[in-house]
């Protein structure tokens, strides 16, 4: 869109039109909903609070799950960050004034295609009843919220909170909106007869709504497009160990796996992975096409896989390491002088999702004289991760999806963080700095079938039975692409009925339909 014509229309104040113009000339967008087909029913339930970025992709998810409820008789109350004012952090390509109005009118244009409304959230503080200063000591969840909504917004993890202004102007404005957010979803649930809360970004703003419903025994949930699957959608529940749509509570999972896979499971399972190692199924910002690797060693060599430092998914709590820096430092500085080689691999995100603070940076910065049996491979090194798992030994991770796929492949690996996959029996979980440097030096215990066996079911539940296919979207490339969509094609989906059915009852979202 060309902003300098966007911004002489919003100087005459038609800039809404002009994006409303451009948007219905726009191939993927033109006639997005067939809306004669959308049925107005009345809202005999409750209300489901719906949260999002000011995003197209989250609003036309959000515009399917709203049509879908709005048909079985529930509001659908859509609320986009955009009020959650001065803290809304988008990606830094969209934090000029210009941009963001822009992704709030294009928002605005799809919802208003499924015959639905944004909401300003602000509408409820004056009807509060609690005081937003003890927000906080009531739900002792949301403290992290503030340094995870930091560390997104300035794309680092380190944070100066003493001596940095822009820091710790930020922390106190997101501490502030949490309690704000806190207030208004009070003030929400008491006004509405809420039903349910479902919020996608679930680290950062809107855990908010999730961790009060949570305590209010509302159903509450956290969704996204699918993480490891095009053309799907993922939901998880605040009540497990993560309000992240990849957690699903440990007791379901501990069930699951008691379950043997068929050999058509396993042939289809099979089948996924290899297209992801081939780098076919991957969202294309999160690995590289190379398929060169780096040479196999005499020496014992371990291979260790870091995240994207600033997301939201490095904030928990059940973890050795203080943070992951610390993790990094001990652990290059424990096998300084052995006979032992230490590859870093770098997320290959960090290049593609402005990073103001690299893996490589910080230890250059941090660590002087590397030693020489240490090596690390920026983000954009030509070497395929899939493939540089065939010259190391074992793996160490913080939360890495490489570390389960890595287990698939009968692999040991060892999680010095923590993740959807950890504690289910297939890696190495160290409870103490003893038990995990014992692991980095004595080397990791062989697995067992039994251990591969587990990571098999698993990446079955998770990429199979926890995604549930909505073929209307397809990401790649930062573009997304929209199908058409007919309202009754909608309340057809069988996948996304059951997905929605679950929602109402409580439960947590594994599809069966698969299985029959």
């Known amino acids: ?50 949260s999002i970025e000011d995003s197209p992709l989250q609003a036309f998810l959000a515009g399917i799950i709203g049509i879908n409820l709005k048909e079985r008789g529930y509001k659908p109350i859509i609320i986009p960050q955009r009020y959650f004012k001065p803290i809304y952090s988008p990606p830094p390509q969209y934090q000029n004034e210009t941009t963001r109005k822009i992704r709030s009118y294009k928002t605005d244009y799809i919802l208003d295609e499924f015959g639905l409304k944004a909401t300003n959230p602000q509408e409820y503080i004056e009807e509060s009843k609690i ?45 502030n909106s949490v309690k704000d957010l806190g207030e208004i979803t009070h003030s929400l649930v008491e006004k509405e007869d809420v039903d349910g809360i479902i919020t996608c970004d679930s680290v950062y703003l809107n855990r908010v709504f999730g961790e009060i419903s949570l305590e209010n025994d509302i159903p509450s949930y956290s969704f996204g497009p699918g993480y490891f699957k095009q053309k799907s959608i993922i939901f998880g529940k605040f009540d497990c160990k993560a309000p992240l749509p990849q957690f699903t509570a440990v007791d379901k999972v501990q069930n699951e796996l008691k379950k043997e896979l068929s050999t058509g499971k396993e042939q289809r399972l099979h089948k996924f992975l290899e297209s992801r190692f081939n780098g076919e199924a991957v969202l294309p910002e999160h690995v590289e096409s190379s398929e060169d690797s780096i040479s196999k060693s005499p020496d014992r060599t371990i291979g260790i ?83 540089f798992m065939k010259v190391i030994d074992e793996g160490f991770v913080w939360n890495s999806t ?28 160290p409870d103490s700095k ?64 059951e997905a929605i059915d679950k929602i109402l009852d409580n439960e947590t979202v594994i599809k069966d339909l698969y299985d029959q």
């Open 131 to 175: 005081d937003k200063e003890k927000i906080l000591e009531i739900y002792p969840n949301l403290n992290q919220i503030p340094k995870s909504v930091c560390r997104k917004k300035f794309r680092r993890y380190s944070l100066d909170l003493e001596n940095n202004h822009d820091h710790k102007n930020s922390y106190e404005a997101a501490l």
């Open 434 to 497: 003893e038990e995990y440097f014992d692991f980095l030096m004595e080397g990791l215990p062989e697995v067992s079938e039994d251990m591969v066996e587990k990571a098999k079911r698993y990446c079955y539940l998770l990429f199979f039975r926890r995604h549930f296919d909505l073929p209307y979207f397809e990401r790649g490339e930062g573009v997304k692409e929209f199908k058409k969509v007919d309202p009754e094609d909608i309340y057809r989906e069988e996948e996304l009925n």
């Open 1 to 50: 869109m060309k902003k300098k014509l966007f911004k002489i229309a919003e100087s005459l104040g038609q800039g809404e039109r002009f994006v409303r113009l451009y948007m219905k000339n726009k191939r993927n967008f033109e006639e997005l909903v067939e809306n004669s087909k959308i049925k107005d029913s009345s809202s005999e339930n409750g209300s489901f609070i719906i």
């Open 305 to 387: 896989f870091t995240n994207l430092m600033w997301d939201g998914s490095l904030e928990v709590e059940d973890t050795v390491f203080e943070t992951p820096f610390e993790w990094l430092e001990e652990t290059i500085e424990e096998v300084r002088d052995e006979d032992i080689r230490l590859i870093l691999k770098t997320h290959p995100a960090e290049a593609d999702r402005v990073t103001r603070e690299t893996v490589k940076e910080w230890i250059e910065e941090n660590i002087d004289d590397l030693p020489e049996n240490f090596e690390i491979l920026p983000p954009d090194t030509d070497v395929n991760p899939y493939e």
């Open 402 to 429: 490489v570390g389960l796929e890595m287990a698939y492949q009968g692999m040991s690996v060892c999680v010095a963080g923590d993740t959807h996959y950890k504690d289910l029996g297939f890696t190495f979980d």
